[in-house]
């Protein structure tokens, strides 16, 4: 069983910062990429930032230059570092990984249970 679990939600005032964790655990033999998504209410779920096993970061547009994606591969973690957060950055946020959990299984694609922000004063 592989669990993907968020932290750092929360309200936060406009302009302030939030920053994200995302914990995998379990059977995990090899992450191939982990982001992050989210989804507002009566929106569907958009990529906020994703990154591949030794590639480059992918963020969508609306969070360039705001948003910091990092990885901690040995500790199979992946963050997101919000700041000058704005009230259109409110959604629930996705913690999500392609894994294999041994070396001869296909890659699944997991979420977390997602973690709320909310931007307002």
């Known amino acids: 069983q592989v669990q993907l679990v968020e932290s750092g939600g929360g309200l936060v005032q406009p302009g302030g910062s939030l920053r994200l964790s995302c914990a995998a655990s379990?059977?995990?033999?090899?992450?191939?990429?982990m982001g992050w998504y989210r989804q507002a209410p009566g929106k569907e779920r958009e990529l906020v930032a994703r990154?591949?096993?030794?590639?480059?970061?992918d963020y969508a547009d609306s969070v360039k230059g705001r948003f910091t994606l990092s990885r901690d591969n040995a500790k199979n973690m992946v963050y997101l570092q919000m700041n000058s957060l704005k009230p259109e950055d409110t959604a629930v946020y996705y913690c999500n990984a392609d894994l294999r959990s041994r070396s001869w299984s296909k890659i699944y694609t997991y979420w977390g249970q997602g973690t709320q922000v909310t931007v307002s004063s």
């Open positions: 990154v591949p096993s030794g590639g480059s970061t």
């Open positions: 379990g059977t995990i033999f090899s992450i191939n990429a």
